[in-house]
């Protein structure tokens, strides 16, 4: 018993050797253990608890660099982009770049296409398979009878075809052959050989029955990359909004930069006036004194908002990512389409009315409504029993040979058929019926976050309007408060000529007209940026020309969309979505 025991223990080590081996072979290391592989990329420690130090001496500039900072501070009113590339762009030409050029743009355009391939996935589900079944047996068993064979010889061999059916049934057609030799002397056919023609169908009557059913993927799908064309039109417009914000945010900080080198030009001649006034001894020294404070004030604004003018340019260039406009390239970029403030009389009913149709978080709601019609008649159908009826029918051929068995295929003088059934039923079906259930109450949440959505529609839009109305109304305003801010500074100039008024009232009035003339110029900002937040509110774009888009596919080359949209099937214009076959009959299901 030992020895058998021992003979036994060695072929199972034997076969676990062997099972080891054909899994290294596979392309496993080691089946019973770890492996480096197994746990991706690794990391080194230090890179992920140690926190390194800045020193700031290690990045000094070279000698030669831009000193910028240090030219204004020794002429203030010198031009600080002397000497640096120029370019000119408009409005309309930083929207085309956008389009052309803006990374995160190129990040959301992606997402449709990545969509519509999961749709061609989706439609394969009912591609038909082609298989081959084999198998090689040997046998050897004794028997009791001399009229059986203790040794046999079986290899079969069925190709054949899977057909899925968008009822929910499968159909198969398949060829099944084997061959049989055996040492039994009384077979008449040693070896025999079968060839017989299959054809099964197995189609679902209830749980998983028909065409709406086991289209649901497919429709959920194609719902689901109309959703990815609204969220991209959306992301269009929020960075051509973006753009155009930008664009006007960097006009104001050019336009403050030189409202501070005026104030400064104005301040050092208060200071020339200051001199000439002690020198003819009709005035204190200390007016001396209160004049250049003024200079020196003046100096830290401009030094101020030049650095605004940089930020805010670096931004406009980030967005519209240009090749040879680089964000650290020292090249100007003058903005040459200036602001044209008219006064508007708007009907905010209106704006509001369209606004709801135009923007593309209502549409996306529209869509996953859709999906949810679809989600509950899925969920329905699953929470019903499974009955499938099975039906198969066989033409069977025999003979010593293939060629045999072949023939007697052809004459199909052998067949045979079978019908079967076969039913399934939950005891309580408490999970389908929580799905049907969540199902519903998603939708019921839906409705309500598309009335929430909505009202903040309507909210921003009206704010939207107020806010255009209230710049209106700062620009009129700052206009009045610039002339009274001038005529205040000329005759706090000739006063102070006369010895009424001193320095310090001068400078006075030259700081309440640079922030009479900065407040304008936010007004006039801002009375551009709220056209801006208006036309985004209504889902719509400032400008006369329309903007269209495609989605973008990284595998196929700029422009070439007709390798983008081979093999698949259209989903319509972008924003329109494809008619969706509506919900069941019968839904909905009363006091629902």
């Not at 403050?256 to 104005?266: G, K, M, S």
């Not at 000439?276 to 003024?294: C, L, N, S, T």
């Not at 007004?523 to 056209?531: E, P, R, S, V």
Request: aromatic share 6%; charged share 25%.
């Amino acid at each position: 018993m030992s020895d058998r025991f021992f003979v036994g223990g060695s072929r199972a080590i034997g076969l676990v050797s062997a099972a080891a081996a054909l899994a290294s072979v596979a392309g496993c290391a080691n089946p019973f253990g770890p492996d480096s592989g197994d746990y991706g990329q690794v990391v080194p420690v230090e890179r992920l608890r140690s926190i390194g130090t800045l020193t700031l001496a290690d990045y000094a500039a070279p000698e030669g660099e831009d000193l910028t900072f240090r030219r204004l501070a020794s002429d203030p009113l010198s031009d600080p982009y002397a000497g640096l590339e120029r370019l000119e762009v408009t409005v309309e030409q930083c929207r085309a770049w956008t389009l052309e050029n803006n990374l995160d743009l190129q990040v959301s355009l992606i997402d449709p296409t990545i969509e519509r391939v999961r749709l061609s996935g989706e439609e394969a589900k009912f591609e038909s398979t082609f298989f081959i079944d084999a198998n090689y047996a040997n046998t050897d068993q004794p028997t009791s009878s001399d009229l059986q064979g203790s040794n046999a010889e079986f290899t079969d061999f069925t190709p054949g075809v899977t057909i899925p059916l968008r009822s929910g049934g499968t159909a198969t057609v398949s060829l099944p052959t084997n061959r049989t030799e055996t040492n039994n002397e009384f077979s008449t056919l040693n070896p025999a050989y079968t060839t017989d023609l299959r054809l099964s169908i197995s189609q679902p009557l209830l749980r998983g029955a028909g065409r709406r059913a086991n289209t649901h993927s497919i429709r959920i799908q194609s719902l689901e990359s109309q959703v990815a064309e609204a969220r991209a039109k959306l992301e269009v417009i929020r960075r051509l909004a973006e753009v155009e914000r930008a664009y006007w945010t960097n006009f104001a900080a050019r336009k403050a930069l030189e409202v501070t080198q005026q104030q400064y030009e104005l301040a050092t001649e208060q200071l020339e006036r200051a001199r000439r006034r002690v020198r003819a001894q009709v005035a204190p020294e200390v007016e001396i004194i209160r004049a250049e404070d003024g200079v020196a004030a003046r100096l830290e604004d401009i030094i101020r908002a030049d650095n605004a003018a940089r930020e805010a340019q670096r931004n406009l260039k980030r967005i519209l990512n240009v090749k040879g406009m680089e964000i650290g390239k020292p090249m100007v970029l003058d903005l040459t389409s200036p602001p044209d403030p008219v006064s508007y009389k708007l009907d905010p009913d209106r704006l509001v009315t369209d606004a709801i149709a135009n923007r593309m978080e209502m549409l996306e709601f529209e869509l996953r409504l859709a999906q949810d019609y679809s989600s509950i008649d899925f969920a329905r159908n699953q929470a019903l029993p499974l009955f499938v009826m099975d039906y198969s029918y066989t033409i069977n051929g025999l003979g010593s040979s293939y060629s045999d068995s072949l023939g007697v295929l052809r004459d199909n003088r052998f067949e045979d058929w079978t019908v079967g059934a076969r039913f399934e039923a939950l005891i309580g079906n408490e999970a389908a019926e929580s799905r049907v259930h969540v199902a519903i109450l998603n939708r019921l949440q839906r409705l309500a976050s598309r009335a929430a959505r909505e009202l903040a529609i309507r909210q921003e839009v009206l704010n939207a309007v107020d806010g255009l109305e209230s710049s209106w109304q700062r620009i009129l305003a700052a206009r009045q408060s610039v002339e009274l801010a001038e005529r205040l500074l000329r005759a706090e100039q000739n006063q102070f000529e006369v010895g009424a008024r001193t320095s310090t009232d001068v400078l006075d009035a030259a700081t309440r007209l640079a922030d009479a003339q900065l407040s304008e110029i936010r007004a006039i900002t801002d009375y551009q940026i709220a056209q801006v937040d208006l036309s985004f509110a209504t889902g719509t774009l400032l400008g006369a020309l329309k903007v269209d888009w495609e989605p973008r596919d990284p595998r196929v080359p700029p422009g070439d969309f007709a390798g983008e949209r081979a093999g698949r099937v259209p989903l319509g214009p972008p924003g329109v979505p494809v008619p969706d076959p509506g919900p069941p009959p019968g839904w909905p299901p009363p006091n629902f």
